[in-house]
């Protein structure tokens, strides 16, 4: 394990106090004291993921929050069960079902087979196609789009690949580098809803 988070809590340290630093990272004065001398016992990496999220910048990408610090992961994955609001259920069930920044074991399963009727699954999966054909096909002009329970979907709901990569081109004005980071961008949000919608799925069918 790299020393350089010690390092770097050691100066934060030296330019406040240890009592305000730990309440900073939500720890207590006496393990800030025994890391920075070498003496604790504890998970250091515990520690460190707190330091180095608070301090170092250094995120993950949660399955539910998106682009998160560490600090703030291993803060949710000690929160204990409370149905307060969908958001935090589906934190802990995230944490507590496999996902791979969390430590904590894994004591909710998910389906992984999807258990329904096949004619529901066939239905279901048919509802992306008109006719035949992919939805997005200009084949299917004034055919009504449905969405997963039947209603209706604007066509100008959908997401327009190249509508969105004319755009960034445009803003980008030529420039590769521009372009690249608006690029990586929109793929993390697109990544984050995906995410978002792939644990959300899995939530309400493990629920049933």
């Known amino acids: 394990m790299s020393d350089e988070w010690i390092e770097v809590l050691r100066e934060k340290c030296n330019q ?59 803060y949710h994955q000690e929160r204990e069960f409370a149905a307060t609001n969908p958001q935090r259920v589906m934190l802990y069930k995230a944490c507590h079902s496999g996902c791979p920044h969390s430590k904590q074991p894994v004591t909710i399963k998910i389906a992984q087979v999807d258990s329904r009727p096949a004619s529901v699954v066939h239905k279901e999966r048919m509802q992306f196609y008109q006719n035949g054909r992919p939805r997005h096909s200009p084949l299917n002009k ?59 799925k899995k939530y309400s069918r493990s629920e049933k």
């Not at 990496?45 to 180095?52: A, M, Q």
């Not at 755009?167 to 590769?176: E, I, M, P």
């Open 142 to 200: 004034g055919v009504p789009l449905r969405g997963q329970h039947g209603n209706q979907v604007n066509e100008e709901d959908l997401y327009s690949l190249e509508s969105q990569l004319a755009y960034f081109k445009r803003v980008a004005g030529g420039d590769a580098l521009k372009l690249n980071e608006l690029l990586e961008k929109e793929l993390t949000k697109l990544a984050t809803r995906y995410n978002q919608l792939l644990w959300s």
């Open 16 to 74: 406040d106090s240890q009592r305000h630093i730990a309440a900073e990272l939500g720890v207590s004065a006496t393990q800030v004291n025994q890391v920075l001398k070498g003496t604790y016992k504890g998970d250091l990496s515990r520690i460190s993921k707190l330091v180095e999220g608070r301090y170092m910048n250094q995120v993950v990408m949660c399955p539910v929050l998106g682009e998160i610090s560490l600090d703030k992961c291993q």
